[in-house]
């Protein structure tokens, strides 16, 4: 088991483009969660997803953020139009249905917009 | 309203000394946390939560309620222990979400 991957690990945008982040959870998980580190700062939850099901999306901006998680394929964790605000690293978790507090993190993705 | 607060940003000891991480919290429910840690150039791993009263890796972690307060502590520090750890609370919403709130974090050195 690879555990939660997460591509890219760096992804460099200019301000106003779009960002796809990819996240695909550890085998046999169906629950995903999208959180995001500024700088200086802790994790912060931003959208819970089972499969083609949005949970939970209180932590999610209320523009240009978006989120899915399709019956095949990763989730994905869209930003359009970025600005430099969005500049973070962007963490998935996945966890089982069983036990979902126990959440098991992905590297991470660090976007950089310019 | 929730919130984590891990008050030191960095804190470092020599090897061998006693380490207490402090994490305090603020919760209107019954509380659930956790201690996740990331080693140099590691993804972030949960290390402990309080429901299980376990030791892990010489850590333990207790929960004051009275002080709101889950303060991470090993007895004698080790060079292997220093990594970037986070306090997080579990917020089990209406939605049936299980949200972790993140304290900002404390770096662990541990001199040699």
């Known amino acids: 088991n690879a555990g939660v991957m997460q591509n890219p690990r760096h992804l460099v945008r200019r301000r106003g483009q779009e960002a796809r982040l990819r996240c695909s959870p550890m085998?046999?998980?169906?629950?995903v969660y999208w959180y995001r580190q500024l700088p200086e700062e802790g994790l912060k939850f931003m959208v819970y997803l089972q499969k083609e099901n949005i949970i939970d999306e209180s932590g999610m901006p209320k523009e240009r953020f978006s989120a899915e998680f399709p019956k095949e394929g990763p989730s994905i964790l869209r930003i359009q139009q970025v600005v430099r605000g969005d500049s973070a690293a962007y963490f998935c978790?996945?966890?089982?249905?069983?036990?979902?507090?126990?959440?098991?993190f992905g590297p991470g993705t660090r976007l950089t917009v310019t | 309203a929730q919130r984590v607060t891990q008050p030191e940003k960095l804190l470092s000891v020599f090897k061998g000394a006693p380490v207490e991480l402090k994490c305090n919290y603020s919760y209107s429910g019954s509380p659930e946390l956790f201690w996740y840690v990331q080693y140099s150039r590691q993804r972030l791993q949960l290390l402990l939560r309080?429901?299980s009263r376990e030791s892990i890796k010489g850590f333990t972690a207790d929960l004051n309620k009275g002080e709101t307060s889950f303060h991470l502590k090993k007895p004698f520090a080790q060079e292997e222990d220093s990594a970037m750890y986070y306090c997080?609370?579990?917020?089990?919403?209406?939605?049936?979400?299980?949200?972790?709130?993140f304290g900002t974090g404390t770096r662990l050195t541990v001199i040699p």
């Open positions: 997080a609370l579990r917020m089990v919403r209406q939605t049936g979400a299980n949200n972790l709130f």
């Open positions: 309080h429901i």
């Open positions: 085998k046999g998980h169906s629950h």
């Open positions: 978790a996945s966890s089982p249905s069983e036990t979902p507090y126990e959440q098991y």
